[in-house]
């Protein structure tokens, strides 16, 4: 069987070259745009190589389909928690998944993306239902309308770590139709007043963090605080049609091995604030009144 190629804007390539020269280390402020995605730079923080980048730009394409996110595309994943099971590891939490406006008429296999990890392709033939639930065989006739088939739909079980991602493409073997998804078991996440701010790991030991903004004002400038281990730099992003943004930042600061990266997004009538630590550590959530 042949393995999808899942492409993003190549024109990412042209504009990470122009504006990401090393001279820019040293700036104060750094909001430049790749490919639609805003990033910040610390004054004194670490550079963002030219892959990281790219990773950072099919982080967010993939996740444009996927949960946490108003901005989906055509055909995108659900996840529906199904229950926690006990290991020595610690907890592990098992999740049924829905393929939104999926045909049933096709083949499909399941990809598989870890932080820090290459896309893993599972070799397993997967099919959906007429509603859309993710099965490991063909579905009966009487089965067509069932929301859940235990030891016959198909459940993933993400690590637990919070803030930490793992994503997932359904794809069909003909490769017409993708669906993408996020999952977050644990999200550090923030609501207040109707503004949602999350921060998504987007490396190991939080190297590099994508801050998810949702709810608010649609087509707006929305200005974001980022700290870390005292360096402070903001940048404004342009909400789309749906009041979603997100903004990728680079917490590491020279000279220190482990810190704290703290964002907060200003709206209208919400101020909600997020941080997660960078180089071990556990992640939480705050509000700043």
């Known amino acids: 069987m042949t393995r999808p190629s899942f492409r993003f ?10 504006i ?4 820019f280390a040293k700036e104060s402020r750094k909001d430049k745009d790749i490919s639609g995605v805003t990033y910040a730079l610390f004054r004194d ?3 963002s190589g030219k892959d990281m980048l790219l990773t950072i730009v099919e982080q967010t394409h993939w996740d444009n389909g996927g949960a946490g996110n108003l ?3 055509a055909y995108h994943l659900r996840f529906v928690k199904v229950g926690e099971t006990q290991t020595p590891e610690g907890s592990v939490t098992r999740y049924r998944i829905f393929a939104e406006g999926a045909p049933e008429n096709k083949v499909y ?3 598989t993306w870890i932080v820090g990890k290459l896309v893993s392709y599972g070799d397993q033939d997967v099919y959906v239902n007429a509603q859309g639930l993710v099965m490991t065989r063909r579905a009966h006739l009487a089965e067509e309308g069932a929301s859940e088939l235990p030891g016959v739909e198909l459940l993933v079980s993400p690590k637990n770590i919070p803030g930490e991602p793992t994503r997932y493409a359904l794809y069909s073997r003909d490769r017409e139709v993708t669906a993408f998804g996020t999952l977050v078991p644990h999200p550090v996440v923030n609501q207040d007043g109707g503004c949602r701010l999350e921060a998504r790991i987007a490396a190991p030991d939080a190297t590099a963090v994508l801050i998810v903004a949702d709810g608010f ?7 974001v605080v980022l700290e870390s281990q005292g360096e402070i730099t903001n940048v404004d992003v342009v909400t789309d049609d ?4 997100v903004v990728a930042s680079f917490p590491y600061i020279q000279g220190k091995i482990q810190g704290t990266l703290k964002a907060s997004a200003e709206g209208q009538d919400c101020l909600p604030s997020v941080q997660v630590p960078w180089g071990g550590g556990t992640a939480s959530a705050q509000v700043k009144k």
């Open 45 to 47: 923080g670490s550079t």
């Open 217 to 223: 004002a649609a087509r707006a400038r929305l200005p």
């Open 71 to 73: 901005d989906r595309l």
């Open 20 to 23: 990401h020269p090393p001279s």
């Open 109 to 111: 296999g399941l990809g």
């Open 242 to 245: 749906n009041g979603h943004a």
């Open 9 to 18: 804007l190549l024109i990412a390539c042209c504009v990470i070259v122009q």
